[in-house]
């Protein structure tokens, strides 16, 4: 299917291409910058620390913006984000303009700028993708790189003319109006509807979102690929500068280099969906490789041709790697988790900081050009280090989906008492005691990807073989959204379990827990136990038996 598909769809268009206004914008703010606090200090842990201010935010506020973007309106939040960036930026214009940016006035409103792209990012990351069908999201998060690497080809030239013209602020105040354009096509969107049956506190959201991504092998091995990655690459873009420097480059010639990653960007957007068919899973672990050969030649690169060569390199495989991991971390996550999952990749790559800092640090002891090897020299042993470790192969999984015949049934719309315990009790022969405890393993990390705070088994003193689980969860509308998480390899898990017990399935009870010490809780009445068995019987998660059970 071609790379350019989505752009059928109008909505997904407009938005596009407001996005690649912004990042044009965003790519002046990268090159001005740096090139800025060079001018002013000539130290490379300043200049480090201008990319590192930009991108800190992303560690204090990408999880609660993350969780905010599943449960309340995504573009109230893009909003949010977009008019902090904004402000940021126009105040960073006028004290440029007036001689009065210093650099601690560059690193700090720097940092505000990234408090604005932390906020909405998470949102921008998964509001694109819902616009266009299922079958379209890879394509979809392609071209959302597409957009950004087309700007970081051209933004960076035109920054490096600005910037050795003595015109920074001009390229402050382009940034600043570029946000305009994803405001004014997200003003004409209506207010989205959240998904998720239940409305858990920021707290709650997010833990639900770090245990889903822990219990889930797949995405948990690709946050520790993106994260070790933005660590061991961080040095590239935020000591290009220095470096730049060391080569006897001006201003120009430093937009040129940045323009050349940029450009090798696009090229890696044009051809990253061939390289996938051609090369499988080899694709992923070879782009990082080639990354850190590539990072180490710019480093101790003795001639600007030989930087820009490895550069362009550099941004074919940059995209190659991060889109990828991207678009898999996006179809691994059933939509109503996914805001959290994507920030929590985001937090990942939001290491890019403490890389920058790292970097930096070591420049001042070793040079720029040999600091950016060494770090590089991470990225060689990551990507050797990737061929081994099983990754996802984007376009050989689909996103998780319920079974197809699995629906959300009527059943009880509010229980009070919190928390709530779900007890299913199994009657399990002894010869299969050993293959049901392997089962229930796996059935605990079900239980977590889907709501659950706790989760113990027990046995039975008196009768071995009689095994209960018990599950917590935080109230009732918590666990009946977890009827709204069901999907397929959750239904598997349940039907293997449901198989071990001696009769039609297990035995499960519902508890709500009673207050009996505050006094302005609800009565005794109003907490009593409410039960559901029609929706367990329906989803085909474990059934409620409605026999007498003895304790």
């Known amino acids: ?124 990351q998964t509001l694109i993708p819902d616009l266009v069908p299922r079958n379209l999201m890879p394509q979809a998060i392609t071209l959302n790189s597409g957009a950004f690497n087309v700007a970081r080809a051209i933004g960076p030239a035109l920054g490096g003319v600005l910037v050795g013209a003595g015109l920074a602020s001009t390229a402050f105040g382009a940034n600043a109006a570029s946000y305009l354009a994803i405001v004014g096509v997200l003003l004409t969107f209506p207010r989205a509807t959240v998904s998720d049956h239940s409305r858990p506190t920021l707290w709650r959201s997010t833990a639900m979102g770090v245990r889903y991504a822990r219990f889930t092998r797949p995405i948990r091995v690709l946050l520790a690929v993106s994260a070790t990655f933005a660590l061991t690459t961080a040095s590239i873009q935020s000591l290009l500068p ?100 994507v920030s929590l990749y985001v ?100 239980r977590f990807r889907t709501g659950a705070q706790r989760w113990s088994l027990y046995r039975d003193a008196d009768r071995p073989t009689r095994i209960t689980e018990f599950i917590v969860v935080h109230d009732w509308d918590e666990h009946l959204a977890q009827h709204a998480r069901m999907d397929q390899e959750v239904a598997d898990v349940l039907a293997r379990a449901r198989a071990f017990d001696r009769a039609d399935g297990p035995i499960t009870r519902h508890l709500a827990g009673l207050d009996i010490l505050d006094s302005s809780a609800p009565s005794i009445d109003e907490q009593l136990l409410t039960i559901h068995a029609e929706a367990h019987r329906s989803d085909g998660s474990v059934p409620l038996d409605e026999r007498e059970v003895a304790d």
């Open 242 to 341: 220095v470096v730049s420097t060391e080569l006897g480059l001006g201003g120009t010639g430093f937009g040129v280099l940045y323009g050349l990653f940029g450009a090798g960007a696009l090229v890696g957007v044009l051809s990253r969906e061939r390289a996938r068919v051609r090369f499988g899973r080899r694709m992923l672990p070879g782009a990082m490789l080639t990354f850190g050969v590539s990072g180490v030649v710019f480093g101790l690169a003795p001639h600007p041709v030989v930087a820009g060569a490895a550069l362009s390199m550099n941004g074919l495989c940059w995209v190659f790697t991060l889109v990828t991991m991207n678009a898999t971390v996006q179809m691994l996550a059933p939509r109503w988790v996914r805001s959290r999952v």
């Open 1 to 124: 299917m071609s790379t350019f598909a989505p752009l059928r769809v109008r909505e997904y268009r407009r938005i596009w291409s407001a996005a690649l206004v912004s990042h044009l914008g965003t790519f002046l703010q990268l090159t001005a910058g740096p090139w800025v606090m060079q001018e002013m200090t000539g130290s490379p842990l300043l200049v480090a620390l201008v990319t590192t201010s930009l991108t800190l935010p992303r560690l204090l506020l990408t999880l609660p913006a993350g969780a905010l973007a599943d449960v309340v309106d995504r573009r109230t939040l893009m909003l949010i984000g977009q008019f902090t960036s904004a402000i940021s930026v126009a105040a960073m214009t006028v004290l440029s303009v007036t001689g009065l940016l210093t650099p601690l006035w560059l690193l700090g409103l720097s940092f505000l700028l990234g408090v604005g792209n932390a906020i909405g990012l998470p949102a921008f």
């Open 347 to 446: 937090l990942a790559i939001g290491l890019q900081p403490v890389g920058a800092f790292a970097a930096g640090a070591l420049a001042e002891v070793t040079g720029a050009g040999v600091s950016v090897a060494i770090w590089n020299l991470g990225t060689v042993l990551l990507g050797l280090v990737a061929f081994r470790l099983g990754l996802p192969v984007l376009g050989e999984f689909d996103e998780p989906a319920a079974p197809d015949d699995w629906h959300v049934p009527r059943h009880a719309q509010h229980v009070a008492g919190s928390p709530v315990l779900i007890v299913n009790t199994w009657e399990i022969d002894h010869d299969d005691a050993e293959e049901f405890m392997a089962v229930m393993r796996e059935l605990r990390r079900q």
